[in-house]
Nanobody
Framework: QVQLVESGGASVQAGGSLRLSCASSGFTFSGRCMAWFRQAAGNERERVAGILTGGGNTVYADSVKGRFTISRDNAKNTVYLQMSSLKPEDTAMYYC????????????????WGQGTQVTVSS
């Protein structure tokens, strides 16, 4: 049974930091793109960051470059998203997703999804 379980979401003040975790099981972690998406009310789901579990190559949305860092621990089949200098516009439900091979930007390309964890940033 495939599972992606996110944790770490919380309510924080602007300028604060959070670390999201995504623990995965039930599928081969290697050779994947693991990504974090977010979806705010009324908005489409957007890819925030992605990482190749093999080489560790990363990609980021322009809106989070320099503030967010994605990383992975292959031994634990876990992906992290370190978020710093949080802004109110970062408020959203954050989802972990997985697909084979390269990191597409489109949500529809991802095979596996978690249930999401809420991040709320107040000004």
């Amino acid at each position: 049974q495939v599972q992606l379980v996110e944790s770490g979401g919380a309510s924080v003040q602007a300028g604060g930091s959070l670390r999201l975790s995504c623990a995965s099981s039930g599928f081969t972690f290697s050779g994947r793109c693991m990504a974090w998406f977010r979806q705010a009310a009324g908005n489409e789901r957007e890819r925030v960051a992605g990482i190749l579990t093999g080489g560790g190559n990363t990609v980021y949305a322009d809106s989070v470059k320099g503030r967010f860092t994605i990383s992975r621990d292959n031994a634990k089949n876990t992906v992290y998203l370190q978020m710093s200098s949080l802004k109110p516009e970062d408020t959203a439900m954050y989802y972990c997703a997985a697909k084979s091979s390269w990191c597409s930007v489109a949500a529809r390309d991802f095979t596996y999804w978690g249930q999401g964890t809420q991040v709320t940033v107040s000004s």
